[in-house]
């Protein structure tokens, strides 16, 4: 199963040939992962260098100067395109991919005391965007801004759920559900650090992926250790490179 394919299927694609598929979205054109080249299959380095001009040629009005490239999943980078994305001033990122049946996650329920978890609704959403835009900021106003505005007119319709801890009024943690026939995928997943610790994302997980068999997430190398302890298994990995 390719699960890098399944993952993207919910996404608008701008153009694809045999290689790979462009994803690009002009309305947020700061954010990198609405923006990309996903390849198919590896290509060799003259095919990516012809890629890279034309994605260069794709973004030119954008306002900030960024490749990003997903490569083809389950695939090694060649040493020769390897060594040009060093000198390029690439960094490279394993994206592992990881699932297992809800059923065997260890998420235990736990008393939380006074907090709560609460799908995303129109009363909540003006806090929620707050709350993002403060995350956003550090990687700078204008994608901040763009963020911020793509949230208010399309978080509650884009086809996900987005589900809050909340102490009052206050949102400690969130995550974001998508979902794909059996599996429902956990996305954007985070807990306030002074609240860790006490069951606040096994509550959120448990809550996105109710009625659903399988669950399936895509985590960093220094996440691992945290997903497998609760139950997930990687099947699946893909490399990408970010020039920013």
Do not use: C
Not at 96 to 119: E, M, P, V, W, Y
Not at 150 to 174: C, F, P, Q, W
Request: hydrophobic fraction near 35%.
């Amino acid at each position: 199963m390719n699960y890098k394919n399944l993952l993207e299927s919910g996404e608008v694609v701008y153009f694809e040939n045999t290689r790979f598929k462009h994803f690009k979205n002009p309305v947020t054109s700061e954010r990198y992962f609405a923006n990309y080249l996903s390849y198919k299959t590896m290509p060799d380095l003259a095919e990516f260098q012809s890629d890279l001009a034309y994605l260069a040629n794709e973004q030119k009005d954008y306002k900030s100067n960024y490749a990003f490239i997903f490569f083809a999943e389950m695939a090694e980078l060649d040493d020769n395109i390897k060594a040009y994305l060093s000198d390029q001033g690439f960094e490279l990122e394993k994206h592992i991919i990881f699932t297992n049946l809800l059923d065997n996650l260890s998420l235990r329920k736990r008393d939380l005391g006074d907090i709560r978890i609460a799908q995303l609704t129109e009363e909540t959403l003006p806090a929620y965007v707050e709350y993002k835009y403060q995350q956003a900021l550090p990687y700078g106003k204008e994608y901040a801004d763009q963020m911020k505005l793509d949230n208010e007119r399309h978080m509650l319709t884009n086809g996900s759920k987005v589900y809050l801890a909340m102490e009052k009024n206050h949102i400690i943690g969130d995550v974001t559900a998508w979902f794909y026939g059996d599996y429902v995928e956990i996305d954007d997943f985070a807990v306030d650090e002074n609240y860790r610790g006490k069951g606040i994302g096994s509550a959120l997980q448990l809550t996105a992926s109710k009625g659903y068999e399988k669950v399936i997430l895509i985590a960093e190398e220094e996440n691992r250790d945290m997903y497998q302890h609760q139950g997930y298994k990687e099947v699946s990995y893909y490399w990408t490179a970010l020039k920013s």
